[in-house]
């Protein structure tokens, strides 16, 4: 059980006052000289098992009220999720607070959703608590914000729901950092959350971090949980997945691809799902039939004025069970040219990767390749550049900078291994050593899931696993493997960075050190992925997850379409439509938000191993308090206590004892003859 | 007779005038050795016919009824009521317990006022008197007689004697019952501290030695009530173990076994046939008297 003043419980010793007074009532006792003594014996004597007990009882009904007492004012909660919260207030509260989409989901019959829910609980719960300082550290920026009162959190807008996944890893350690330079005393981490895989991220290395530095606090660090774990039942995610702008002779139309995701499938029953289209006002309605968790429409043709070159438009679908994700934006234009540069100190070594980059998979889609070599790099216009792909030593100085700036603004490099490795790095990654494999090293792991060789939309894999690699060169530093060889070597990773991509293969499209230009599937798709990734980051026509955009970038965006309550200052974080100088910005949601599993139980226990850690499960719409005070309980148990030790120290309702022996002698009075005349006196012998 | 002259503590001479007035009588036949006014198993000389009874040789002549002889020719003899005096054996219980008093008196004062009382109404109607002061034995014992120097001597062991040591009534009846061989009125004064089926024994005793036996159940108000506020350490007044109670606690149960006492003593003494007054000490003993003697006539 916890307490609001556990402090009180120090006077809990004032139970043994009634057993004092006893005994203190005891040495006051009256002597006094007693002749009839036979019937105090006697009455010594008589039930005296149930006296002792009812002494006893007294006692006990006293020794309970006063416990009663000191426990009520001690205010007692009736929920022991907290933990104990021996030793008063703490010195910092920090909130841990999970606004991304899927907390917006909502318990049938319901109206708050989990993130209002438990903004509602924390302060419910928290305004019970005394801190001297309480700080809240959302998802979007992870920053410490210092707050008022507990009540702040229902009416800051970083409190609102948000589009951006939660990175929970992330909040703590920026939560640790807070601790150690203000050097907070004791320290309350509260963590209101849904607890999905994608937010938490369990695998990763940081939380073994994360439990060292928070056990190294010598001042307490407690964790409190408020977990909303539950699925929706049947909730639908929209996202689309490509929409292309397709020109004829006398008309346009938009192609529009989408996936339908469903969570909580019970049965394969067949599910009308009406979508509704919305280019810049003008509404269409198309219902699909799905069935199973996943559905695909590829390609919906949607009609368009053939002088409506750019535009935003929306898909939603009917309200579920989570709002958050029943509607995606997403923007047009014309066709983005896609122009990549080959930067290569052997030019016809290079051919495979113009033909890939330069065959485009749409007729209407224009692409270009061009082949350069080093000393050409200031020809290229950056501006319109897509893809950059580099053979040969890896950029340095200047030439490194402009990379890197390409990078930044949402730029795709592929570097390929020159044959005379130098020690130069790019962002920290080098190449390593050649080695040779005359008979060839099979491609034996490689991520189907996402990037550059994922599965195709229709789940077919991509024949990764028939490319021979005879030669490679090694990739040192840190790097996301895509793929690996057969023993462990990767071959082709990506380097992390803020916005666009960064590759490292560990081989050439030579015919001589890898089959990747002769089994030319995998080099096109994979050429033309980050073509088109490059373009959709650097065309005008932008579609960006939340995430990608930094919040100072989003500050002078002008909303176009998106939620209505949206801050300027939140453009980055709500997903929407949005006018960027010349460019249009579609925002939307992570992939992982539309269908993140929970984590379970156990590794969520062992996030915290070690660490003073508790959790309660709550349920959306909850609208009983998660702790309540229970003073009036202990209240009503000291007065149930008093009354029942009243009662016990009441005399018994019996006829007046004294009245009762009092009339006995005057029955004697009256009697007086008894014995004599009724059973003795001879009626001759009267004198009367 | 000669009025007593010294100051007694205990007689009230307006008292005992008033109750000069009602004699005290007995319930059974005595056997005195002068003329009195109570009943003797014998047949006397007073005036109160008895019965007629056939002449046997060596009756005295005058005494044949002549007018019977007359109507039946057959020869009766007219016998009469004798009248005989009482002898009063006033037995004072004198034990420690017989110290408490919460009215201003105590339980032997009040039994010296009622002996002295009965003694001098008995000498004064021509019955001797004795007086025994009993405790764990017979403490003093002054035999019957009828003079008035006697009944000042019955006087000052009254007025002597102290309340100590502890009650063993039983056998001191016992032994009494003993020792006064004549048929006598035995008026005990007491508390009757002991159980009653112990007295059972003792007083049947009394009565097949042919006693006319009376009791006077002395009890203190205090002792009735038992209301006591505070934790009470009792002392017993004839030196058993002192107890400490909480009153509020046992007062139940004392009144519970205080009413079987009584009632058990009640049937005692209806079982046995002797004369029973419970008497509490706050009581005026002038009444007391007058009831009892009132109730023998």
Redesign the interface.
């Known amino acids: 059980m916890s307490f609001l003043q556990p402090l009180l419980l120090a006077a809990l010793p004032l139970i043994a006052l009634p057993i004092l007074i006893h005994l203190i009532?005891?040495r006051?006792?009256?002597?006094?000289?007693?002749?009839?003594?036979?019937?105090?014996?006697?009455?010594?004597r008589?039930?005296r098992g149930y006296?002792k007990l009812?002494?006893w009882l007294i006692l006990l009904f006293r020794t309970l009220a006063i416990a009663g007492l000191i426990f009520a004012v001690a205010r007692p909660l009736a929920s022991g999720w907290l933990g104990l919260t021996a030793g008063g207030k703490a010195d910092t509260t920090i909130i841990i607070f999970d606004r991304s989409p899927s907390m917006r989901q909502q318990s049938p019959g319901t109206v708050n959703s989990k993130l209002e829910t438990g903004r509602q609980q924390l302060v419910r719960a928290l305004s019970m608590f005394g801190s001297t300082r309480w700080i809240l550290i959302e998802n979007t920026t992870n920053q410490p914000r210092e707050l008022e009162s507990p009540d702040a959190l229902t009416k800051l807008s970083v409190t609102e729901p948000s589009s951006a996944s939660a990175d929970v890893p992330t909040m703590l350690q920026a939560a640790r950092d807070y601790i150690e330079a203000n050097k907070s005393g004791r320290t309350e981490i509260w963590i209101c959350s849904d607890i999905r895989q994608n937010d938490w991220n369990a695998e990763s290395g940081r939380w073994a971090t994360l439990r060292d530095s928070f056990l190294e606090f010598n001042q307490g660090v407690r964790f409190h949980l408020l977990a909303y774990p539950d699925l929706a039942a049947n909730n639908v995610a929209v996202r689309v997945t490509d929409v292309r702008r397709l020109q004829t002779s006398d008309s346009a139309e938009l192609l529009v691809s989408l996936q339908l995701t469903r969570e909580g499938v019970v049965d394969e029953e067949k599910q009308g799902i009406p979508l509704s289209f919305e280019i810049e006002g003008a509404r269409s309605e198309f219902t699909v039939e799905m069935t199973g968790s996943k559905f695909d429409l590829k390609d919906h043709r949607l009609p368009l004025e053939r002088t409506h070159e750019r535009g935003w438009a929306k898909v939603s679908i009917p309200a579920d069970s989570n709002a958050a994700d029943n509607e995606f934006y997403f923007v047009f234009d014309k066709p983005t040219p896609r122009v990549a540069a080959i930067v290569t100190d052997e030019p016809q070594a290079a051919r495979p990767l113009q033909l890939a980059a330069q065959i485009s998979p749409d007729p209407h889609q224009r692409s270009s390749a061009e082949i350069l070599t080093r000393d050409q790099l200031p020809q290229i216009d950056w501006e319109t550049l897509s893809l950059l792909m580099w053979q040969g030593p890896l950029p340095d100085a200047d030439t490194a900078k402009l990379v890197q700036e390409f990078v930044d603004r949402g730029g795709q490099v592929m570097f390929f291994p020159p044959r005379v490795v130098s020690s130069d790095d790019f962002l920290g990654v080098k190449w390593g050593d050649w080695s040779e494999k005359s008979d060839g090293v099979p491609i034996e792991t490689w991520r189907p899931d996402q990037d550059l060789l994922a599965n195709t939309q229709s789940g077919a894999a991509l024949p990764v696993g028939q490319l021979q690699v005879r030669n490679f060169c090694t990739i040192e530093g840190e790097t996301t493997p895509i793929a690996s060889l057969k023993g462990g070597t990767p071959l082709l990773a990506r380097v992390t960075t803020n916005r666009g991509g960064v590759y490292f293969c560990g081989t050439t499209v030579g015919a001589g050190d890898s089959s990747i230009a002769t089994d030319g599937v995998v080099l096109y798709v994979m050429v033309q992925r980050a073509l088109n990734s490059g373009a959709a980051m650097l065309g005008n026509a932008r579609q960006l997850m939340v995430g990608d955009v930094g919040h100072d970038q989003a500050v002078s965006w002008q909303k176009l379409a998106g939620p209505p309550e949206a801050l300027s200052t939140e453009y980055a974080f709500q997903g929407g439509v949005y006018q960027a100088d010349a460019k249009l910005v579609a925002l939307n949601r992570t992939v992982a938000e539309d269908q993140a599993p929970v984590l379970d139980d156990v590794r969520l226990t062992e996030l915290f191993k070690g660490l003073d850690f508790a959790r309660v499960d709550d349920q959306a719409g909850n609208l009983s308090a998660l702790i309540q005070e229970i003073w009036r309980v202990f209240l009503g148990l000291m007065m149930l206590a008093l009354i029942l030790e009243a009662a016990l120290c009441l005399?018994?309702i019996?006829p007046n004892?004294?009245h009762?022996?009092?009339s006995?002698?005057a029955?004697?009075?009256n009697?007086?003859?008894?014995?004599?005349e009724?059973?003795?006196?001879p009626a001759s012998?009267s004198?009367? | 007779m000669t009025p007593d002259r010294r100051s007694r503590s205990f007689l009230d001479p307006q008292v005992l005038s008033r109750l000069a007035a009602v004699p005290l009588l007995s319930r059974r036949p005595m056997q005195g050795n002068v003329s009195g006014r109570h009943q003797s198993p014998h047949r006397g000389a007073s005036v109160e016919f008895a019965e007629y009874r056939k002449y046997v040789p060596g009756d005295d002549l005058r005494r044949l009824d002549w007018r019977a002889y007359g109507r039946s020719d057959r020869f009766y003899v007219k016998e009469f009521e004798a009248d005989t005096n009482l002898r009063c054996c006033l037995v004072v219980d004198t034990s420690g317990s017989m110290d408490f008093g919460s009215t201003g008196v105590t339980k032997l004062e009040y039994a010296r006022k009622l002996a002295g009382a009965i003694a001098y109404l008995a000498v004064q109607q021509g019955d001797a008197v004795g007086v025994s002061c009993v405790a764990k034995g017979i403490v003093k014992h002054l035999p019957p007689k009828r003079n008035p120097a006697h009944l000042m001597t019955a006087f000052d062991i009254l007025e002597q004697a102290q309340p100590q040591d502890e009650t063993h009534l039983a056998s001191v009846l016992h032994e009494l019952a003993e020792t006064i061989r004549q048929r006598a009125l035995i008026i005990v004064l007491s508390d009757f501290f002991i159980e009653p089926a112990e007295l059972r024994s003792c007083f049947q005793h009394l009565r097949f030695r042919k006693h006319d036996v009376v009791t006077f159940h002395l009890l203190d108000p205090q002792e009735l009530a038992f209301t006591f506020k505070r934790p009470m350490r009792f002392i017993d007044m004839e030196g058993g173990p002192a107890v400490f109670a909480e009153p509020n606690e046992i007062a139940d149960r004392y009144h519970k076994a205080l009413q079987k006492y009584l009632t058990d003593f009640k049937q005692v003494v209806l079982e046995s046939a002797i004369d029973y007054h419970r008497i509490s000490i706050d009581e005026n003993y002038e009444q007391v008297l007058m009831r009892f003697l009132v109730g023998r006539t």
């Not at chain 1, 009697?671 to 004599?676: P, R």
Request: aromatic share 8%; glycine share 4%.
């Open positions: 009532n005891q006051r006792y009256q002597t006094i000289r007693w002749a009839a003594m036979m019937f105090i014996l006697a009455a010594n008589m039930s006296a009812r002494q005399p018994r019996t004892p004294t009762s022996t009092m006995a002698v029955v004697g009075f009697d007086n003859t008894v014995g004599s009724a059973a003795d006196r012998t004198k009367a």
